[in-house]
């Protein structure tokens, strides 16, 4: 049987028999134990008590007990709460601390210090610290040892850590579930960076005790940590008496649920990231309508993307709609929603056209209103000198909006506007960029149209992958427009440099995705050709060399047989059977003409143009 074994089995009340690792449980001796909750090992002499937190080694246990003295390695003078001063060990050489608080490394192991606290001849506490010396030595002294935070191993992985003036404080905050520290010293004590790094990205409450060095020292750590945490706040406990602290205020009624109201309730006074949560009930939300500068197309206060191959036709389309803006008139009115109807102001940013040899001879081609219409090429500073412009100006951007009263900024093309060092493939590029664009649109209730080339080889089968550039251009646009070529020409005699084109939305997030629109363009010219009978799959699918002679040759067929305006189905159908046509091409010419199926008076169901229009116009 060891020395401690011998120690514990005469002191502790109801001791167990040494496990195999000779660990012992019992009543502590320190206190009025009702169940075993001390605990100890028979080897080593270290031992704890889980209800009074006294605990030691073996020779710390014989002075708690009396019979043995603190051994002080270098006496020091004390004073007592009653004023008395005198050598340590006069002081309390009969009897140990009362209680005392390990302050350990960050692995909790090994122990650096205590605080102990003592019962002076007056029978008032005081505390001193003391730092293991030897075996059963102690140094009353932190002269010269590296201060840390106490229960230090439960800071690191704590997102909120109470910080309180004392340890029995934190003591009360675990015991509700609490992660708290202190340090020792009180309010003379040391506040070092390198103590209180460890709460270095934590949100930290101080909990100050309600009297004047309390206060003071909430204002010390508040100095300190405003720039070490990332949040600090000062809460203040309501029903607090004086001299009291956070210990007091729990022992009073008070509980976890009320500490946390009185934490969210508190303002936030300093830190690196002094931000909260900003939260908005649906139940408080009122709901808003979209409105629209062409529906369904192109939505106000939203970024919609123009996407098409070089070429073919998106320039013109932007001139032609900053026209249609200007004079509050768009080119089609789609059932279900309302297009804007008063002339309003337009910007459109071209780094790849002329603005006076080719946008200037776009817009007369409209007759569009250009006094309210411009083009915003760069930012001047006070010295007069013009500099380029990049999505990073939207300040620029917000004040040209404002100037204008524009209700949709054009930017053509959008790779041509990026900052420098952001690449139009890299997701977390863009995103912030296509972030920050839907908030100025927002803001002004402008149409926030950005155009985008195709990738090189832009056969995907999802069309929403054919642009250049990360897939989140198109995840942030509410609304995508693709132009196509795929139309072939309108039958008839065709002009040089006429090209038809149709407009597809293939994602709408907003409202339901509007039919195919036509336009064509010839040299300077620019004719809107109203709404395809056409799918969205047809008008993106390219024909080919062959399939388009086809159809061109079903399209010339079509319009011979519609001379006189009908034509029953019956006599259609045998009549391209003899000329060698395929049922599929002509049905495809009859979509790309606009043709409908309707029924004649007598009951037989026939092709014909669509009311009001003449056949001139497919020509």
């Keep these: 049987m060891t020395s401690a074994h011998d120690l514990f089995i005469s002191h502790v009340q109801k001791l167990s028999a040494p496990s195999s690792t000779g660990q012992v449980t019992g009543k502590c001796p320190f206190h009025d134990d ?7 090992n028979v080897d080593s002499g270290v031992w704890h008590c889980f209800a009074c937190d006294a605990r030691g080694n073996e ?13 002080v390695s270098k006496p020091v003078h004390v004073k007592t709460s009653a004023g008395e001063t005198g050598k340590a060990g006069e002081v309390w050489n009969a009897r140990g601390p009362d209680v005392t608080y390990d302050y ?28 293991p010396h030897g075996e059963g030595d102690w140094t009353y002294s932190l002269e010269d040892i590296p201060r840390v935070l106490y229960r230090l191993p439960e800071i690191k992985p704590a997102r909120q850590v109470f910080y309180v003036e004392g340890e029995k404080c934190v003591e009360a905050l ?24 460890p709460l270095r990205e934590k949100h930290v409450v101080i909990l100050p005790d309600n009297d004047d060095p309390g206060r ?22 309501p029903g607090l008496g004086p001299k009291g602290d956070v210990a007091d205020w729990l022992a009073a009624g008070f509980t976890e649920h009320d500490l946390t109201a009185q934490v969210q309730a508190s303002a936030i006074v300093g830190g690196l990231r002094p ?32 996407e098409g191959n070089p070429g073919i036709g998106k320039s013109w389309f932007c001139a032609a709609l900053a026209g249609a803006v200007s004079l509050g008139h768009m080119p089609v009115s789609i059932i279900g929603g309302h297009n804007l109807s008063f002339p309003a102001g337009a910007i459109y940013m071209n780094l790849e056209d002329d603005p006076e040899d080719t946008t200037k001879v776009r817009l007369d081609a409209v007759a569009a209103n250009q006094d309210l219409i411009a083009t915003l090429s760069g930012k001047q500073g006070t010295d007069g000198k013009v500099l380029p412009l990049t999505l990073s100006d939207l300040d620029i951007f917000a004040r040209a909006i404002e100037s204008m009263n524009a209700k949709v900024l054009m930017i053509d093309p959008i790779q041509a506007y990026l900052p420098s060092g952001r690449e139009m493939n890299r997701a977390e590029h863009v995103r912030p960029l296509m972030q920050e664009l839907q908030r100025l649109g927002k803001e002004y209730q402008c149409a926030i149209v950005l155009v985008r080339h195709l990738a090189k080889g832009n056969g995907k089968d999802n069309v929403l992958y054919r642009g250049m550039g990360s897939v989140d251009f198109t995840a942030a646009a509410r609304s995508v427009l693709q132009f196509s070529d795929c139309l072939p020409p309108r039958v008839g005699k065709e002009e040089v440099g006429a090209r038809r084109v149709g407009v597809v939305q293939v994602k709408n997030n907003l409202a339901p995705r509007g039919p195919v629109l036509e336009f064509e363009t010839r040299l300077n010219e620019f004719r809107w050709g109203g709404v395809g009978n056409i799918s969205h799959e047809a008008a993106l699918t390219p ?28 006599v259609m159908e045998k009549k391209a059977k ?36 003449e056949r001139e116009m497919y020509h």
């Design 59 to 71: 020779r710390a246990f014989a002075v708690r007990i009396g019979q043995a003295t603190e051994k």
């Design 578 to 613: 003899a000329a060698g046509l395929s049922p599929s091409s002509v049905e495809l010419a009859r979509m790309m003409m606009g043709i409908i199926r309707k029924t004649s008076p007598d009951g037989v169901w026939a092709w014909t143009f669509p009311g009001g229009k």
């Design 543 to 570: 024909l080919s060399q062959s399939a388009s002679q086809e159809v061109r040759d079903a399209q010339m067929f079509v319009d011979e047989l519609l001379r006189d305006g009908t034509c029953p189905i019956l």
């Design 174 to 197: 675990r015991s509700i579930g609490k992660v708290a520290t202190t340090h020792a010293g009180g309010v003379n004590g040391t506040l070092s960076p390198a103590m209180l790094a």
């Design 216 to 237: 003071i020292l909430a204002g010390r750590l508040r100095e300190v940590l405003t720039k070490i945490a990332a949040i600090v706040s000062v809460v203040e406990l």
């Design 275 to 306: 931000w909260t949560p900003t939260l908005r009930i649906f139940s408080t939300i009122t709901r808003k309508e979209i409105q629209w500068l062409f529906y369904p197309y192109i939505p106000l206060g939203r970024v919609t993307l123009l």
């Design 104 to 131: 350990t490394d960050i692995s909790g192991e090994k122990l650096l210090y205590q605080i102990g606290r003592f019962a002076g001849k007056d029978g008032k506490k005081f505390f001193l610290p003391r730092v």
């Design 34 to 40: 009702s169940t075993a909750s001390w605990s100890g």
